[in-house]
Every structure is written in structure tokens, then in C-alpha cells.
């Protein structure tokens, strides 16, 4: 199956406000194919599993791409509490931990 990145499949697209990424360890590449609407400020939330086991040798540069955000574009990192309730995270204290099922990344 050939992959097509965010950036292909949605340039005709306005404003997305959620993303939920469900790809088991392909967060960062994803991330890296949706450069464009993030740059154009086109995604409101990427929601996606922080999970280490998966991420393998892609954990840090995730970190980095987010790290990035963060000094870019001002973004600011949630989990999701048992509750149901957003927590603010601090991207170094996320990625102590080997496993999140829910970051929210907020534009």
C-alpha cells in the first residue's frame, strides 16, 4: 500500500480542528508529513499514544519535532486524566514516562 502524506491528501482542505494519529510508533513521520498544515496553521489538535516500546529509535526525534512546536508555534502538551479531564504536561516530563495513551498537542 503506497503511503501519502497529510500534507498530499489534505492541500485542499481549510481549517482541521482534530487529529487523532493511531499509527503504532509512526507519530514522528506523520508529523513530518503534515509540515505544510502546521506551518499554515491549519490544525487546531494532534492527539496520539506516546508509547517508547514503539517509538523505538524515532522517541527523540519526536521529542525534537515537538520540542520545535513548542518554540514555534507556542503549542502547549495535554494528557487526558482517568476523569476524562485535560492535564498541561511539560514535554520533558512526557517523555519520562514509556507509555501515554492520550498527548494532545494544541495549536
Same mark, same amino acid.
Given at each position: 500500500?503506497?503511503? !501519502?502524506? *497529510?500534507?498530499?491528501?489534505?492541500? $485542499?482542505?481549510?481549517?482541521?480542528? *482534530? %487529529?487523532?494519529?493511531? %499509527? +503504532?510508533?509512526?507519530?514522528? $513521520?506523520?508529523?513530518?508529513?503534515?509540515?505544510?498544515? %502546521?506551518?499554515?496553521?491549519? !490544525?487546531? !489538535?494532534?492527539? *496520539? +499514544?506516546? $508509547?517508547?516500546?514503539?517509538?523505538?529509535?524515532?522517541? !527523540?526525534?519526536?521529542?525534537?519535532?515537538?520540542?520545535?512546536?513548542?518554540?514555534?508555534?507556542?503549542?502547549?502538551?495535554? /494528557?487526558?486524566?482517568?476523569?476524562?479531564? /485535560?492535564?498541561?504536561?511539560?514535554? +520533558?516530563?512526557? *517523555?519520562?514516562?514509556?507509555? %501515554?495513551? $492520550?498527548?494532545?498537542?494544541?495549536?
Amino acid at each position: 500500500m503506497k503511503a !501519502v502524506s *497529510f500534507d498530499d491528501h489534505l492541500k $485542499n482542505v481549510g481549517k482541521i480542528n *482534530f %487529529i487523532k494519529l493511531d %499509527i +503504532e510508533g509512526g507519530e514522528y $513521520n506523520a508529523l513530518l508529513g503534515m509540515e505544510s498544515l %502546521i506551518k499554515r496553521r491549519q !490544525v487546531d !489538535v494532534i492527539s *496520539f +499514544e506516546l $508509547n517508547a516500546g514503539c517509538l523505538g529509535d524515532e522517541l !527523540v526525534p519526536l521529542r525534537d519535532v515537538l520540542k520545535s512546536y513548542e518554540a514555534s508555534y507556542g503549542v502547549s502538551l495535554y /494528557t487526558i486524566s482517568a476523569e476524562g479531564n /485535560t492535564v498541561r504536561e511539560e514535554l +520533558e516530563v512526557l *517523555f519520562k514516562v514509556p507509555h %501515554i495513551d $492520550n498527548v494532545l498537542v494544541c495549536f
